[in-house]
């Protein structure tokens, strides 16, 4: 990416997953040199064409518009526990409910918006607090190892997107599983499978990342316990850890549905032949409509600009939907798919073609011409 200044390329090497594009775009421009057409040369400026216009848009914008409202959304999620605590404790059903419900809400902002920009470093400009927010959001926060986190989502999902077998979303899949079960119960308890899931992905690692991972994930888990019986007042073990199971779970359905839904059932590619980067990620990505729930909960990022987020991962949420019209008009204007679906059309999809899309191996798309 010659063209693009020298901080946006510093700022790019600082992501794991902008390298790794960079990889595969030197390769591409390797091959343009050894003989390939004008016509490829053409198709290959333009990811660098529509990072020049995006580039453009986060010069000209402010702190608060790249970071300062995202975190002040977590800030403000932090701020709902200590009355959410308090409420927990009333032995009003109304009150308590209100408490179960802010403490869901604020959980789900932290460990789903939070894990997710702090995953790709969007959180800071400095690496050190990067990679202290990932470990925070994702270990104590979110009950989950940060390296097999970052691995899992950054170097696989998004380097390799809808690549069978590498980023195609597979760890999302439980084909034994009969449909209603996967789609509406099993998602609930993704709170104690997560931690579970943690362990095994970090059994190779050195002892002392494993050690980090083990007190970092049980001190989360015991604040909240803690909390719950010395400030809300619970006298029962077992309905202390309901308490917590209920208010984490809270959004796993629709978390698990947002997952499968903006990739699954779209293109797929084979690892040794996929197209390059705009188009992989065009074909690949869909986005979900403007939703005033999930789009603050878990992030624009994860809803309505998951296509600007695959194409430029190392942006903020809000940054991502100031983008999401000069992306839009980009596409459209060359003619490149910008795939949008409501919620509820892609779960009767899923629902009706579950066995086709989660159970077997979805079909190689081959876009032939721009390989």
Partial sequence: MQNVPEEWRERQDERTEETLVKRREDSNSKEMKEGTGGEEVEKESLMMELTRLVQKTVKESSW???RGIDCSILAAAFLCLPPAFLL??????L??????????VAHAVI?????????????????AWGKFWAVFFIEICGSFSARAGVQGHIKMHHAHTNVIGLGDSSVWKVPFLPRTIYLFIAPLFVPIITPLVALGHIREHS??????TVLMVSLGLYSQYWLLIHISGFQSPLGTLLCMLVCRAMFSVPYIHVNIFQHIG???F?????PKRVYQMTHGVLNLPRNLLLDWIFGHSLINCHVEHHLFPFLSDNMC????PVVSKYLTEKKLPYQEDSYLSRLHLFFNKYQELMVFAPPITELVGVQ
């Avoid at 927990?88 to 059903?93: F, I």
């Avoid at 939907?321 to 999401?324: N, R, T």
Wanted: charged content about 15%; proline content about 6%; overall charge positive.
């Fill in 64 to 66: 608060w518009e790249r």
């Fill in 88 to 93: 927990l404790g009333s032995s009003q059903l």
């Fill in 95 to 104: 009150y308590f409910s209100a408490g179960m419900l802010l403490m869901g």
């Fill in 111 to 127: 460990t789903i918006k939070g894990t997710h920009m702090a995953s790709h470093g969007a959180l800071s400009e400095s690496q």
């Fill in 207 to 212: 002892p002392a990342l494993i050690l980090r």
């Fill in 266 to 268: 779209l293109p797929m």
């Fill in 270 to 274: 084979s690892p040794t032949r996929r």
């Fill in 321 to 324: 939907l100031k983008v999401k």
